[in-house]
Nanobody
C-alpha cells in the first residue's frame, strides 16, 4: 500500500509556472512507476506524464510536451511535475498515481493500470 498526497496547485496567469509535488508514504517508493493525470470540469481524466522507477524513462501527453517535466526523488519518496508556460486549457484537478512494478523500468499512460491515487490538487490558469 502507498498513500499519495499532492501539493503545489493554485491560481496563476497564463504563461506562469507551477511545480506540483506528490509525496508518497512507504519505504518502497522506488518500486513504483508514477503518473500524473488531470481532469477538467465535464471532461474525462487524461494522462499528463509518467516516469519509471529510476527517473530515466518518461513520457508526456502531446498537449504538455516541451512545457511540463516530470521527475522524482526516490530518497524523498516524491514525484514532481514542473509546469511551465501554463495555458488556460491546463486548468484541471491534477492527480498523481502509483503502480507497483514487477521488474523492469517502465511506466503506464493508461489510468486503468494505476492502483493508488492521491486526492488531487487544483490548478487554475487565467487568461
Amino acid at each position: 500500500q502507498v498513500q499519495l498526497v499532492e501539493s503545489g496547485g493554485g491560481l496563476v496567469q497564463a504563461g506562469a509556472s507551477l511545480r506540483l509535488s506528490c509525496a508518497a508514504s512507504g519505504r518502497t517508493f522506488s518500486s513504483y512507476a508514477m503518473g500524473w493525470f488531470r481532469q477538467a470540469p465535464g471532461k474525462e481524466r487524461e494522462f499528463v506524464a509518467a516516469i519509471g522507477w529510476s527517473g530515466g524513462s518518461t513520457d508526456y501527453a502531446d498537449s504538455v510536451k516541451g512545457r511540463f517535466t516530470v521527475s522524482r526523488d526516490n530518497a524523498k519518496a516524491t514525484v514532481y511535475l514542473q509546469m511551465n508556460s501554463l495555458k488556460p486549457e491546463d486548468t484541471a484537478v491534477y492527480y498523481c498515481a502509483a503502480v507497483r512494478l514487477r521488474g523492469g523500468n517502465y511506466y503506464y499512460t493508461s489510468s486503468d493500470k494505476y492502483d493508488f491515487w492521491g486526492q488531487g490538487t487544483q490548478v487554475t490558469v487565467s487568461s
